[in-house]
Nanobody, 125 residues
Framework: QVQLVESGGGSVQAGGSLTLSCAVSGMRFSPACMGWFRQAPRNEREGVAF???????PYADSVKGRFTISKDNNKNTLYLQMHGLRPEDTNMYYC???????????????????WGQGTQVTVSV
């Protein structure tokens, strides 16, 4: 059974940094695409950053230059380094994996079959 477990969320002041981690277990092969989404209550789930098997990393325009996605295949862990955090980055952040469908430019949440439980990021002014 595939499991994704996020960690690293928390509360920071604007301008601060956090690094989210997503530990993956039970996946027998490297997924075509992994990434991070975020969602606030009553809002749609928004794609943040993604990474495919070839290492390509599409980002949402709102986080380009501030967030960096990476993965450690030896540790089966996905990361999201977040710098220059803003109050509008406050959200629940979810790790997701798409075993067979590649990331593309703007991945749709529907192609991701595996999700973590989420980790809260709160940025105060």
């Amino acid at each position: 059974q595939v499991q994704l477990v996020e960690s690293g969320g928390g509360s920071v002041q604007a301008g601060g940094s956090l690094t989210l981690s997503c530990a993956v277990s039970g996946m027998r092969f490297s997924p075509a695409c992994m990434g991070w989404f975020r969602q606030a209550p009553r809002n749609e789930r928004e794609g943040v950053a993604f990474i495919d098997r070839e290492g390509r990393t599409p980002y949402a325009d709102s986080v380009k230059g501030r967030f960096t996605i990476s993965k450690d295949n030896n540790k089966n862990t996905l990361y999201l380094q977040m710098h220059g955090l803003r109050p509008e980055d406050t959200n629940m952040y979810y790790c997701a994996a798409s075993p067979y469908v590649s990331c593309g430019r703007d991945p749709n949440p529907s192609v991701f079959s595996n999700w973590g439980q989420g980790t809260q990021v709160t940025v105060s002014v």
